[in-house]
């Protein structure tokens, strides 16, 4: 006879620890290979560590690069003001696909309209997420479609985020998403507008080639050549954390305490 027994997960919009690593079954890693596509994370400094490729980028810019560890997100890297950033470079794709996907899990201390991440040719050729400096919305910029802007996908300094936003040039299609990590609440939204891609060039973390930092911190980030409906990226982003650290249920988790915000039960059946 067999008997099921529940474990309590943490919340899955804190940080789970510090075991990141790529995990090519996750939905949002489709497509994705060394070369061809971006997950990566700041492993302390003003750097992020690319875990497909198990490589360093490193800030290449003449700005004001800060790194620390939230109590939210971890460890991070950022700017403190915009001006004169030029972000963590890393290498980026090999060709410039019509459909893209970037993502990060960040907090803002002012909105600046940087790139989050973003494939960088000699401007902004490929998906380049930000927040409006006026309103917190997230929009994407790219070779063409000029700012392209959510009505929906707001969010507010000061507060961990997790955002994402992805594009198909053939359909002229943007999905947005925005997830609260302390509240949980997630904002979508779906946009019609012409985008196009074109030289493909190096993923930017922090920045863009035009001098304008992210003021405030990122913790994890990616770039895919795939498109996400708005049912997956909601999807991704009642569990964000686990595209960059896949769950996985052992003993420290089972014992860890109760917080009391959003907890998942899962169920292992013994034999």
Wanted: glycine share 12%; proline share 5%.
């Amino acid at each position: 006879m067999s008997q099921a027994l529940l474990f309590k997960r943490p919340s899955p919009f804190t940080l789970p620890g510090d075991n990141a690593r790529f995990d090519p079954s996750h939905f949002a890693a489709r497509g994705m290979a060394p070369g061809n596509g971006f997950s990566g994370v700041c492993p302390g400094g003003t750097c992020f560590l690319n875990l497909l490729t198990r490589k360093t980028g490193n800030d290449t810019g003449t700005g004001s690069p800060i790194s620390g560890i939230n109590g939210l997100i971890g460890k991070y890297t950022g700017y403190s003001t915009a001006t004169g950033a030029q972000g963590i470079s890393l290498t980026g794709l090999s060709a410039a696909p019509a459909t893209q996907t970037c993502a990060a899990i960040v907090y803002a201390t002012a909105f600046s309209q940087p790139v989050v991440a973003m494939s960088h040719g000699g401007n902004s050729d490929g998906l380049a997420l930000f927040a409006n400096t006026t309103t917190g919305a997230l929009g994407v910029f790219a070779n063409s479609g000029g700012n392209i802007v959510s009505t929906k996908a707001i969010i507010t300094l000061n507060t961990p985020w997790f955002i994402a936003a992805s594009a198909n040039s053939t359909i002229s299609k943007i999905n947005f998403v925005a997830t609260n990590l302390i509240t949980g609440k997630t904002l979508s939204d779906s946009v019609s507008s012409a985008i196009g891609f074109t030289a493909t060039g190096t993923y930017r973390v922090a920045a863009d080639n035009y001098a304008d930092g992210w003021v405030g911190g990122i913790a994890a980030a990616m770039y895919a050549p795939n498109f996400l409906s708005t049912q997956e990226l909601s999807l991704w982003g009642s569990d964000p954390w686990s595209f960059w650290y896949p769950r996985t249920l052992d003993l420290s988790m089972m014992m860890r305490p109760n917080t009391g915000v959003a907890d998942v039960l899962y169920a292992q059946i013994l034999l």
